[in-house]
């Protein structure tokens, strides 16, 4: 037998996250106590109304066959009149609807629709490695651009399709960003499909965090700007909004193409969600909204809280503006450690898991992702543990803001 490692294995480097993630469990298993800022898994149950909607429905007999692929005729109702009220943006909820196994499983099986070998994808640098991994898993070349929404990004993108053979077919944007936590406005996506009219370039927009706004300004879509089904699909995602992780139920909608292509591939690789999770799903799109702006607070009170008790250990945390994590510089007197070290340390020596930005591409050394996940107790816990490491490592709070 071939001892050689499979073709697409050895195009994926080990991934860099699930190293921490390892060392964070193995500490759990041995009895410590890890406050866990790593990953962006939500702590809080959905409404009420919602898990009672799970329940009947799978109390019923006839429940638990196999699903639609492509989602319940509900669901893709109920996702296109999300977008009537919050976007103001008219979907077909046939033809320009697909309820997908969270927005991760939704990417990477478009990428699979839409990818032939050797074409170049453009995916942000720091960015969350589905946007990557997805394409290369698929057999393409991934680019990568700067996840600044400022003039570098519209020069790395011109490069690009100067100098890119063959050029690139598609661009992955995901604002609010993860991990960066940018934002953008209308006028960036209106940039952005005038410009991907001009080179025929298609445009896959994660807007996952499309709720979890802090300054005022909601979240624009893509697909609120005139023309830009022609050339474009967003995903989105039950997760954060109405706080529904392990429940994997995301949406990717608009162009009719690539919806039609994506629906294609699905339905070759599985039944869609548990019905009763798809109509759970439903009474949350369709229901009182309430937990949506409780979650906005709850997460903004959590980010004031991190930046306030972080900075009184001596780490300065940019406060972001939107998504439920803060992209947070390694504290410059420890700062020569790199992100993945720091990050090992910072499990070790303080019981706090964060996420190493090199995980998210190579742009990202020097950053940690930082998820408020945790309640307010926690977080301020979490300040006092660092602030003891820091001690340890005979690195004050005023020092740890210098050079070292």
Same mark, same amino acid.
């Given at each position: 037998?071939? +001892?050689?490692?499979?073709?697409?294995?050895?195009?994926?480097?080990?991934?860099?996250?699930?190293?921490?993630?390892? $060392?964070?469990?193995?500490?759990?298993?041995?009895?410590?106590?890890?406050? /866990?800022?790593?990953?962006?898994?939500?702590?809080?149950?959905?409404?009420?109304?919602?898990?009672? #909607?799970?329940?009947?429905?799978? $109390?019923?007999?006839?429940?638990?066959? %196999? &699903?639609?692929?492509?989602?319940? *005729?509900?669901?893709?109702?109920?996702?296109?009149? %999300?977008?009537?009220?919050?976007?103001?943006?008219?979907?077909? *909820?046939?033809?320009?609807?697909?309820?997908?196994?969270? &927005?991760?499983?939704?990417?990477?099986?478009?990428?699979?629709?839409?990818?032939?070998? !050797?074409? @170049?994808?453009?995916?942000?640098?720091?960015? %969350?490695?589905?946007?990557?991994? !997805?394409?290369?898993?698929?057999?393409?070349?991934?680019? +990568?651009?700067?996840?600044? *929404?400022?003039?570098?990004?519209?020069?790395?993108?011109?490069?690009?399709?100067?100098?890119?053979?063959?050029?690139?077919?598609?661009? @992955?944007?995901?604002?609010?960003?993860?991990?960066?936590?940018?934002?953008?406005?209308?006028?960036?996506?209106?940039?952005?499909?005038?410009?991907?009219?001009?080179?025929?370039?298609?445009?896959? +927009? /994660?807007?996952?965090?499309?709720?979890? %706004?802090?300054?005022?300004?909601?979240?624009?879509?893509?697909?609120?700007?005139?023309?830009?089904? /022609?050339?474009?699909?967003?995903?989105?995602?039950?997760?954060?909004?109405?706080?529904?992780?392990?429940?994997?139920?995301?949406?990717?909608?608009?162009?009719?193409?690539?919806?039609?292509?994506?629906?294609?591939?699905?339905?070759?690789?599985?039944? !869609?969600?548990?019905?009763?999770?798809?109509?759970?799903?439903?009474?949350?799109?369709?229901?009182?909204?309430?937990? @949506?702006? #409780?979650?906005?607070?709850?997460?903004? &009170?959590?980010? /004031?809280?991190?930046?306030?008790?972080?900075?009184?250990?001596?780490?300065?945390?940019?406060?972001?503006?939107?998504?439920?994590?803060?992209?947070?510089?390694? *504290?410059?007197?420890?700062?020569? $450690?790199? +992100?993945?070290?720091? &990050?090992?340390?910072?499990?070790?020596?303080? !019981?706090?898991?964060?996420?190493?930005?090199?995980?998210?591409?190579?742009?990202?050394?020097?950053?940690?992702?930082?998820? $408020?996940?945790?309640?307010?107790?926690?977080?301020?816990?979490?300040?006092?543990?660092?602030?003891?490491?820091?001690?340890?490592?005979?690195?004050?709070?005023?020092?740890?803001?210098?050079?070292?």
């Amino acid at each position: 037998m071939n +001892s050689e490692e499979f073709y697409r294995i050895k195009r994926l480097p080990p991934y860099i996250i699930a190293e921490v993630n390892a $060392m964070r469990a193995e500490a759990r298993a041995s009895g410590r106590d890890i406050i /866990d800022l790593g990953m962006g898994n939500p702590d809080l149950p959905p409404p009420q109304h919602v898990l009672e #909607k799970l329940c009947e429905v799978a $109390m019923k007999p006839d429940a638990h066959g %196999y &699903s639609a692929s492509k989602g319940i *005729p509900g669901l893709r109702k109920a996702q296109a009149a %999300y977008y009537a009220r919050r976007f103001n943006v008219e979907l077909d *909820p046939e033809h320009e609807v697909v309820v997908t196994l969270g &927005s991760k499983e939704g990417l990477a099986n478009l990428a699979q629709a839409i990818t032939a070998p !050797g074409d @170049v994808i453009l995916a942000p640098n720091p960015g %969350y490695p589905i946007h990557s991994f !997805g394409f290369i898993i698929a057999g393409g070349s991934v680019r +990568s651009v700067p996840t600044t *929404p400022d003039e570098r990004y519209w020069e790395a993108l011109d490069r690009a399709v100067k100098f890119m053979v063959p050029k690139p077919s598609a661009l @992955v944007v995901c604002y609010p960003s993860n991990p960066t936590a940018e934002v953008v406005d209308l006028a960036f996506h209106e940039r952005l499909v005038a410009w991907a009219k001009e080179h025929g370039v298609w445009l896959l +927009s /994660d807007l996952t965090y499309s709720e979890l %706004y802090y300054d005022g300004q909601p979240t624009p879509s893509l697909l609120q700007v005139p023309g830009a089904k /022609d050339l474009a699909v967003e995903f989105t995602s039950m997760s954060k909004t109405y706080s529904m992780a392990g429940w994997r139920i995301g949406f990717a909608v608009g162009n009719k193409r690539l919806i039609s292509a994506l629906t294609r591939v699905k339905s070759y690789l599985d039944y !869609g969600a548990f019905t009763p999770v798809q109509a759970a799903a439903v009474a949350a799109l369709n229901g009182p909204q309430d937990i @949506v702006e #409780k979650n906005r607070q709850l997460y903004r &009170s959590r980010r /004031d809280v991190l930046v306030e008790s972080f900075g009184r250990a001596g780490w300065d945390i940019p406060p972001p503006r939107a998504s439920m994590f803060a992209w947070a510089p390694l *504290p410059p007197a420890l700062a020569h $450690m790199g +992100s993945l070290e720091f &990050s090992k340390q910072l499990l070790t020596h303080a !019981g706090v898991a964060v996420a190493p930005g090199i995980g998210y591409g190579e742009d990202g050394e020097g950053y940690v992702r930082i998820a $408020m996940v945790e309640n307010e107790h926690r977080i301020r816990q979490a300040a006092r543990n660092i602030r003891r490491y820091f001690q340890s490592m005979g690195v004050n709070a005023a020092s740890a803001k210098q050079a070292g």
